[in-house]
């Protein structure tokens, strides 16, 4: 796995070995930080990644001009794997990896009406496909008050499941469909399409 544009353009990204870890394609990568480039979200973002694997999609922002990523993954291989990412690129100060559950972890991000509070402009959110659309909706339930009105959320599914089903407060704004996989990006209700 590689990162294909920007600051660190051709680096390669180690990645844990075994089942669990699924990087998305590089043609899936490559048209949807396109979309995102348009939507003019990346620089400076302060991003979230969800089952975060090795890292590709957060590291991909930050060579694009992200600021800071939080990583967060349940396998402690993907963790190693996102630390020494992070020192290979040189981004250990902007690069925080979360070992552990990623329901568990939002639950412990102060509410939006604590000082404390973080707001997250872009989150990637690239479950494990079996994954339930039960907890997927969870997930974003947990999400939406870490966002505003100008975030975007990246749920990346299998392209046979169904679309994800939207807590109170969030709407899907754009599909978009690449073979096995499909795109889904999802932001606060309320906003027109940008």
Request: net charge negative.
């Amino acid at each position: 796995m590689r990162i294909i544009a920007g600051a660190h353009k051709g680096a390669r990204l180690s990645s844990p070995s075994g089942p669990n870890t699924r990087p998305t394609a590089d043609r899936v990568k490559e048209s949807l930080f396109s979309m995102l480039d348009g939507y003019g979200v990346l620089p400076a973002a302060n991003v979230l990644d969800l089952f975060a694997g090795s890292g590709g999609l957060g590291f991909e922002a930050m060579s694009r001009g992200a600021a800071q990523v939080d990583f967060v993954d349940s396998s402690l291989a993907a963790i190693r794997a996102l630390q020494a990412n992070a020192k290979k690129l040189g981004l250990e100060h902007s690069a925080t990896a979360h070992p552990g559950d990623v329901l568990q972890f939002l639950a412990g991000l102060p509410d939006h009406d604590d000082p404390e509070s973080r707001v997250f402009d872009l989150v990637f959110m690239d479950p494990p496909y079996p994954l339930g659309d039960d907890a997927v909706t969870q997930i974003l339930r947990r999400l939406a008050g870490h966002l505003d009105m100008e975030s975007i959320v990246i749920v990346e599914r299998a392209s046979r499941s169904p679309e994800p089903s939207m807590p109170a407060g969030l709407e899907i704004f754009r599909s978009k469909t690449f073979g096995e996989t499909a795109v889904h990006f999802v932001q606060l209700a309320g906003e027109p399409e940008g």
